[in-house]
């Protein structure tokens, strides 16, 4: 089956600083993959549609300036947190869009100290 | 506004029974709906789709029906093993393009 990967795993940060999430399907090419964040206990949650090529969309109440969506080729994908608080800290995951079906990343767990 | 309800957040079952899980929803008129796996700590794992125009679905030992009229999909594991506990998550296409929008999951727990 399709392979989604994310990278790092987990990263611990201080308030503040940027952290880069990437997101590759390693088996197949993927013109638009999405970003959710997954708080515990909790579903689920789109955060942005990121496009090869184009500018990412994002959902209502996600701030652009906040989670930059950079979709540089077709199999990778990347989230950059600025400026990361300690609300930012969440479990980050990507998929990554084959026809109607989509294919999950293993998630990144954010902690923002 | 639309709502995916998973109307059992947590289902303890025998091993060797089948595990039955509920997926209703509201507001929404979808060509297709997933079932997802998800475990502690990981990303989802895609398990079954199923389009308007299906009634049934099985792969292996399980099982997804959709009923566009009543709007609910059912989702079984038949012979269940402890194996099978995990968190079973139903999902819609949201509004706009191929994304999806999630139920809060079903925890299936199956005891030997």
């Known amino acids: 089956g399709a392979v989604v990967s994310q990278h790092p795993s987990r990263v611990i940060c201080k308030s503040g600083t940027s952290v880069k999430i990437e997101c590759r399907s390693l088996d197949f090419q993927a013109t638009t993959m999405f970003w959710y964040r997954q708080f515990p206990k909790k579903s689920l949650m789109l955060m942005a549609t990121?496009?090869?090529?184009?500018?990412?969309?994002?959902e209502q109440g996600v701030e652009k300036d906040k989670f930059l969506i950079n979709h540089a080729s077709l199999t990778l994908s990347t989230l950059t947190v600025t400026s990361a608080h300690p609300e930012d800290s969440s479990f980050y995951i990507c998929?990554?869009?084959?026809?109607?079906?989509?294919?999950f990343g293993p998630g990144t767990r954010l902690t923002v100290l | 506004s639309q709502k995916i309800e998973q109307n059992s957040e947590a289902l303890n079952i025998q091993e060797g029974k089948t595990a039955t899980l509920t997926c209703n929803y509201t507001n929404y008129s979808p060509a297709y709906l997933q079932w997802y796996r998800q475990d502690p700590g990981r990303g989802p794992v895609f398990l079954l789709l199923?389009?308007?125009?299906?009634k049934e679905k099985r792969k292996e030992r399980l099982k997804v029906t959709f009923d566009t009229t009543l709007k609910q999909s059912l989702f079984h594991i038949t012979a269940s093993q402890p194996a099978d506990s995990a968190t079973y998550l139903c999902a819609l296409p949201a509004n706009s393009g191929y994304a999806l929008n999630f139920g809060k999951g079903t925890s299936l727990l199956v005891t030997p």
């Open positions: 990121s496009n090869e090529g184009s500018k990412a969309t994002y």
């Open positions: 998929s990554a869009r084959s026809g109607i079906e989509q294919f």
């Open positions: 199923i389009r308007e125009n299906e």
